[in-house]
């Protein structure tokens, strides 16, 4: 079955090889589905026929947005934390093993059903692939449930058992990342793709990273980092070392931190959620932008440091706060997404890619900074199928 989707006033295709500019983008334009992937785009004018024709109504089209960086495994609620905070008690990363205890207890079906409850949310908001990380468990069963968990859930799985050191291990830090890259790796590394360590003070340092970081490399896994969030700290410049996919957070950055950035592969994910929940500086996107690396945006949903699942939220405060166009901001969202993932089929709407498609209440992309906290998601597909 072929869908024609038709009077689209604007379209991001994110192909400069279809439409004008970063984002290609093409006016009074229409796409056809085939199945679950993208068999044409262009000027609605010169639309072949397919089998179904949606309507737009003048809406705008953009490609799903990819959120390649999510923690949604976890029980209980940081509520009092989170309010604590806005009168001033700052944020750090022991807040983490709050979660920790909820998670343990909480039983297989409880967890499913909240990332469940969170991806739909997600979906809702135009969110079309979303990586989720364990980290919440740090032990051998926990962390292998939290990975089976998200994986009943999504395919971007991420092994996240260096979140924090649990209290059963005091101090000893080494003794845990042992386990991590030991017994724990053995029984993770089946369940998950990536490899991420919260590379950070009061968390792991730059030699307990790169050893987590290796290990998981060595079972196959692909590195990504969260660093550079709390403070400066190796954790970009070992990201880029290492090959990471991407160094997540951004936050605190020196010049060498950009320069390795800017000569590597590595994306730089930037999570504003982040820094709007802990009332931090924002990092600093125009920077990066200039400099030529590749930026992609998150939410880093999470219940301590970012407790939303909204694409939209991010892309306007990253408009407002970090000094990004509306433009680079949706590419960062999309295709941004994509190259964090590794992704060639998703972030962009071209013949070939996978169809996930977001249409608007608005007629141009720009509207998801312009009417911020609007809900502006009118109609979703995710690989051909209408989903929201
Ligand atoms: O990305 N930085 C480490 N992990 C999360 C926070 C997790 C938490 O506070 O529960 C983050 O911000
Ligand atoms: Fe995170």
Known sequence: ???????????VTNDP????????????????????????????????????????????????????????????DRTAEFAARMSGTPYT???IRTT?????????AELSARVAALVAEALRQGTTVIECKSGYGLTVEDEA???????????????????VVPPEFGADTD???????????????????????????????????????????????????????LGHGPGVRLAVELGAASADHCTHLTGADVDALASGETVATLLPGAEFSTRAPYPDARRLLDAGVTVALSTDCNPGSSFTTSMPF?????????????????????????????????????????????????PSHVHLAYRPGVPLIHAVWRGGERVV
């Open 17 to 76: 090889s279809l439409g004008e500019g970063r984002l290609g983008v093409i006016r009074d334009a229409a796409v056809v589905v085939d199945g679950a992937s993208v068999a044409w785009a262009g000027p609605a004018s010169a639309a072949p026929a397919a089998d179904r024709v949606h309507d737009a109504g003048g809406r705008a089209a953009l490609p799903g947005f990819v959120d390649s960086h999510a923690h949604l495994v976890f029980a209980g």
């Open 1 to 11: 079955m072929s869908l024609l989707v038709t009077g689209l006033a604007s379209l």
């Open 145 to 163: 449930r939290a990975l089976r968990v998200a994986g009943e859930h999504t395919d971007e799985v991420t092994y996240l058992g260096a979140h």
């Open 175 to 229: 003794a845990y990342v042992h386990l991590v890259t030991g017994p724990m790796l053995e029984r993770c590394a089946p369940l998950a793709r990536w490899v991420d360590v919260f590379c950070e003070r009061g968390a792991f340092d730059g030699d307990q990273s790169r050893a987590v970081l290796k290990a998981g490399a060595a079972r196959g896994l692909v590195p990504r980092v969260h660093a550079n969030q």
């Open 100 to 108: 920790v205890a909820a998670t343990r207890r909480a039983g297989d």
């Open 314 to 362: 991010c892309v306007a405060v990253a408009v407002r706060e970090m000094g990004m166009t509306p433009d680079e901001a949706v590419w960062a969202a999309t295709l941004g997404g994509a190259r964090a993932l590794r992704r060639a089929d998703v972030g962009r709407i071209a013949p070939g890619a996978r169809a996930d498609l977001v249409l608007l209440d608005a």
């Open 93 to 95: 990363a022991g807040g």
